[in-house]
């Protein structure tokens, strides 16, 4: 079935360190992928998505590739802040079913 | 536009009780999905609901079930609660539970089972 793979973590960064976090995907047909965000105590919040190949989601700094060739959707940053802390899940949504598949998630923290 | 609700935010019930949680998605959504979290298990899908009707179930036992009215508001019910089943509910809406469509995420019910 369809799946996610992402990044173990923690991953902890200086402010202004570059941010990468890998996320690699199995699935059949054209899936539509995301990356949420998780602050503690608080549900997901959307961060970015894509919903064809070579794609780019953006926002807030955030960038994705949709890259089919390669079945991955990294997530990237140029610059982190402390606010940028918290729980990342790469997740798809195949177009052959309704059910959205997570990655176990990336626990990023960002020090000053 | 108000967001996803859910009610109640922290529950604490004992084994063998039964517990219904509420979900009231994004006015206009008609698709609503309920997923649970633990630190063992990650998220993991426990149904859908589009027009009152359950259209996609995940691999939880029968104890877990769910239902949609016709505002679109959904319940789940775990009956015969277990240690294990503590966790973050989540529940989510879209539109119309396409694909492509981004899901909106309440800020979840912290149950807890002693």
């Known amino acids: 079935g369809d799946s996610v793979t992402q990044m173990e973590g923690p991953v902890t960064l200086s402010e202004e360190a570059f941010l990468t976090i890998n996320c690699t995907y199995t699935?059949?047909?054209?899936?539509?992928l995301f990356w949420y965000v998780q602050y503690p105590g608080e549900g997901l919040q959307l961060l970015l998505k894509a919903t064809k190949a070579d794609d780019k989601g953006s926002n807030k700094g955030f960038e994705a590739t949709y890259r089919k060739e390669t079945t991955s959707f990294h997530l990237e940053k140029g610059s982190v802040q402390v606010s940028d802390s918290a729980v990342y899940f790469c997740a798809l949504r195949g177009n052959n079913n309704n059910d959205m598949r997570f990655g176990a998630g990336t626990r990023l923290t960002v020090k000053p | 536009k108000a967001g996803v609700t859910q009610t109640p935010r922290y529950l604490i019930k004992t084994r063998g009780q039964q517990v219904t949680l509420s979900c009231s998605p994004i006015?206009?959504?008609?698709?609503v999905s309920w997923y649970q979290q633990t630190p063992g298990q990650g998220l993991q899908f426990l149904f859908e609901y589009f027009s009152e009707t359950q259209r996609n179930k995940g691999n939880f036992p029968g104890r877990f079930s769910g239902r949609q009215f016709s505002n679109s508001r959904s319940e789940m019910n775990v009956s015969t609660l277990e240690l294990g089943d503590s966790a973050l509910y989540l529940c989510a809406s879209s539109l119309a539970g396409e694909y492509q469509e981004t899901q909106y995420f309440g800020p979840g019910t912290r149950l807890l089972v002693l």
């Open positions: 699935a059949t047909g054209y899936p539509s």
């Open positions: 006015s206009g959504h008609r698709s």
